[in-house]
């Protein structure tokens, strides 16, 4: 019986100037390099993605369009996963002490995406899967783009119209391009600078709250994989599950260049009115975010950090530190939590969290 076809997303990630590199460089130091990149990159995949083949110096995967409930996780996906190389590549570049030219030249890679939503199918060949169809071509022709020399960018995020309509999403900060392929004809998309990305990320302004500054900490520990866990802690629809106050519900109200991230305004309402104002401060996709929490007079610092498990869960820990007005500051420490433990049970909060979130997620995908 033939297989059911699917739609989903297609996502290729492309070593860029590789072959150059290779040209120039010894052979088998410049495949450790690659070897070591490449499972970087599938390691930032797999927990929201199906990783399907290598494909030379690229990565191809999928994920069913169920699995991906938010449209922005799998821009933040990308983005984190470019840090993650960047960082790897630099580390690689520090430590090494070898002064052959694969060594002193690994600065030259670059990394950039391809990712599409279309329809395909899952094909057995010789006891080997893989998933075809013509949507997957075309995932496969957005390799061969203009984006390069219409913008001289090197890293970039290449998606196409189809897959930010299914996400949601519209990019106000984007490159807008039409790319044509024969047979395929017209492919709108657009397309994000990786480097500005990346250079934000390096000299952003790093807004933590550490266990010493800590007035509270709940930590758990949640089978869920990083970035689903991330859903349920920022999406406006899924927090209001898991609260103990009835009617409420959150609103965000500001997404500067139409996506969450750093100035992002959310308003918690009850009934008629806002309850608290929530600000971004900081915001690292998959690995923590801190917020900026104001109601009845009092200013709160939320931190949460996502740290990975090794059985494919996530760790939570959340710290908490606020200022109450009109209070001594030699009674903050005590009497801060005590107020928020009588408005806010956070144990019992985080504890349903747990519940509600491990009964509705389904099994993520595996490779």
Same mark, same amino acid.
């Given at each position: 019986?033939?297989?059911?076809?699917?739609?989903?997303?297609?996502?290729?990630?492309?070593?860029?100037?590789?072959?150059?590199?290779?040209?120039?460089?010894?052979?088998?130091?410049?495949?450790?390099i690659l070897s070591d990149l490449l499972e970087t990159i599938i390691n930032r995949f797999k927990p929201m993605l199906t990783f399907s083949k290598l494909e030379g110096d690229a990565v191809f995967a999928y994920a069913p369009a169920a699995s991906v409930p938010r449209g922005e996780t799998l821009l933040e996906l990308l983005e984190?996963?470019?840090?993650?190389?960047?960082?790897?590549?630099?580390?690689?570049?520090?430590?090494?002490?070898?002064?052959?030219?694969?060594?002193?030249?690994?600065?030259?890679?670059? +990394?950039? &995406?391809?990712?599409?939503?279309?329809?395909?199918?899952?094909?057995? !060949?010789? *006891? /080997? %899967?893989?998933? $075809?169809?013509?949507?997957?071509?075309?995932?496969?022709?957005?390799?061969?783009?203009?984006?390069?020399?219409?913008?001289?960018?090197?890293?970039?995020?290449?998606?196409?119209?189809?897959?930010?309509?299914?996400?949601?999403?519209?990019?106000?900060?984007?490159?807008?391009?039409?790319?044509?392929?024969?047979?395929?004809?017209?492919?709108?998309?657009?397309?994000?600078?990786?480097?500005?990305?990346?250079?934000?990320?390096?000299?952003?302004?790093?807004?933590?709250?550490?266990?010493?500054?800590?007035?509270?900490?709940?930590?758990?520990?949640?089978?869920?994989?990083?970035?689903?866990?991330?859903?349920?802690?920022?999406?406006?629809?899924?927090?209001?599950?898991?609260?103990?106050?009835?009617? +409420?519900? &959150?609103?965000?109200?500001?997404?500067?260049?139409?996506?969450?991230? !750093?100035? *992002? /305004? %959310?308003?918690? $309402?009850?009934?008629?009115?806002?309850?608290?104002?929530?600000?971004?401060?900081?915001?690292?996709?998959?690995?923590?975010?801190?917020?900026?929490?104001?109601?009845m007079g009092m200013k709160m610092l939320w931190h949460s950090a996502l740290t990975p498990t090794p059985e494919g869960g996530t760790h939570l820990a959340v710290r908490l530190k606020g200022k109450l007005p009109y209070v001594p500051d030699f009674l903050q420490n005590t009497l801060f939590p005590l107020l928020l433990n009588a408005?806010?049970?956070?144990?019992?909060?985080?504890?349903?969290?747990?519940?509600?979130?491990?009964?509705?997620?389904?099994?993520?995908?595996?490779?």
């Amino acid at each position: 019986m033939p297989n059911t076809p699917q739609r989903g997303y297609l996502v290729l990630a492309d070593i860029s100037g590789f072959t150059s590199y290779l040209a120039g460089t010894e052979l088998d130091h410049a495949h450790e390099i690659l070897s070591d990149l490449l499972e970087t990159i599938i390691n930032r995949f797999k927990p929201m993605l199906t990783f399907s083949k290598l494909e030379g110096d690229a990565v191809f995967a999928y994920a069913p369009a169920a699995s991906v409930p938010r449209g922005e996780t799998l821009l933040e996906l990308l983005e984190s996963t470019y840090v993650a190389f960047r960082e790897r590549q630099t580390g690689m570049h520090r430590q090494t002490t070898c002064t052959c030219n694969a060594c002193r030249h690994i600065e030259t890679l670059d +990394l950039k &995406f391809m990712a599409h939503y279309g329809e395909y199918i899952q094909q057995s !060949v010789a *006891g /080997q %899967t893989e998933i $075809v169809g013509s949507d997957v071509n075309l995932a496969h022709r957005l390799m061969k783009n203009h984006v390069s020399e219409a913008t001289g960018w090197h890293a970039y995020a290449l998606i196409t119209e189809r897959a930010l309509s299914q996400l949601g999403l519209t990019l106000e900060n984007a490159h807008p391009q039409v790319e044509t392929y024969e047979h395929l004809g017209e492919v709108p998309t657009r397309s994000l600078n990786l480097h500005d990305h990346y250079r934000s990320v390096v000299e952003g302004r790093k807004v933590v709250v550490t266990p010493e500054e800590a007035q509270m900490i709940f930590e758990r520990t949640f089978s869920l994989p990083p970035h689903v866990l991330w859903d349920w802690l920022n999406d406006p629809l899924k927090r209001a599950q898991y609260t103990f106050q009835p009617n +409420l519900r &959150f609103e965000t109200v500001l997404r500067p260049k139409g996506r969450m991230g !750093v100035g *992002g /305004q %959310t308003h918690c $309402v009850h009934g008629k009115d806002v309850a608290m104002v929530e600000t971004l401060l900081d915001w690292k996709p998959f690995d923590y975010y801190t917020t900026e929490q104001a109601f009845m007079g009092m200013k709160m610092l939320w931190h949460s950090a996502l740290t990975p498990t090794p059985e494919g869960g996530t760790h939570l820990a959340v710290r908490l530190k606020g200022k109450l007005p009109y209070v001594p500051d030699f009674l903050q420490n005590t009497l801060f939590p005590l107020l928020l433990n009588a408005m806010f049970p956070m144990s019992k909060m985080i504890e349903k969290l747990g519940k509600v979130s491990e009964q509705t997620e389904p099994t993520p995908p595996t490779a």
